[in-house]
């Protein structure tokens, strides 16, 4: 059984602030790949990210930045200087490296970024 | 067209109808997934196909629920007798490959249809 808990249910700050999204997961799988996904009101999930569980290699991409931790299973997603325009549903997801390949999520954080 | 299309948005539907939900996933898709999204809620999982067979139908909630893709492209997601709990967002994904194929293939989400049942 996988599972993806994401604690933050909504998170509000002001812009330039930085904010961090915690993503926590359980697996029995050895192998999988975790995401972010961006959900904006207009309802597409917009993929930011993929890490496959080798791989606990930090990223940065622009203002966005990841931190995995195999040890802790979590995978948390920080934004650097916030902008209105990141305010959204974010959601974590998981899915193992073989089988069915479905994704599961966690239950999203909504992220207010006031102006 | 260049990503998953899926209609209706919107659907309003009174409790007891049928409703149809179509997916057209990107061209040369092999896998197509539903999922459902209740307000508040991530996405779960309903069911996957590969190519034309149902692979997996073991997130689908009830015997009402019910999805085909009988030429491995369009899959049409029915709903019998809609029940108020039936309230979601549907969403579809697809993808270039087939799981197991030791490569990962990304899945591209449609913008769902929004299913209200009065």
């Known amino acids: 059984a996988q599972k993806v808990t994401q604690a933050q249910t909504e998170i509000s700050v002001v812009e330039k602030e930085d904010v961090t999204l915690d993503c926590v997961y359980e697996t029995r799988d050895t192998t999988y790949y975790l995401f972010w996904y961006k959900q904006p009101p207009s309802g597409e999930l917009v993929f930011l990210i993929r890490r496959n569980s080798f791989d606990e290699q930090n990223e940065i991409s622009g203002r966005y930045s990841w931190n995995f931790q195999k040890s802790t299973s979590s995978f948390n997603f920080t934004i650097t200087a916030s902008q209105v325009v990141d305010s959204a549903v974010y959601f974590c997801?998981?899915?193992?490296?073989?089988?069915?390949?479905?994704?599961?999520f966690g239950s999203g954080t909504r992220l207010q970024v006031q102006p | 067209g260049a990503g998953v299309s899926q209609s209706p948005r919107y659907k309003v539907a009174k409790r007891g109808q049928d409703v149809a939900l179509r997916c057209d996933p990107i061209?040369?898709?092999?896998?197509l997934f539903w999922y459902q999204q209740a307000l508040g809620q991530g996405p779960e999982f309903l069911t996957y196909?590969?190519?034309?067979?149902?692979?997996?139908k073991s997130g689908l909630p009830s015997d009402r629920f019910f999805a085909e893709r009988p030429e491995g492209s369009v899959s049409t997601l029915k709903i019998q007798r809609t029940q108020q709990e039936d309230s979601a967002v549907y969403l579809c994904?697809?993808?270039?490959?087939?799981?197991?194929?030791?490569?990962?293939?990304?899945?591209?989400f449609g913008p769902g249809t929004r299913l209200t049942v009065l």
């Open positions: 061209s040369g898709h092999v896998s």
């Open positions: 196909f590969q190519n034309e067979a149902q692979l997996d």
């Open positions: 997801a998981l899915n193992p490296s073989t089988g069915r390949r479905a994704l599961t």
């Open positions: 994904a697809s993808s270039l490959g087939s799981p197991g194929t030791g490569s990962y293939n990304e899945q591209f």
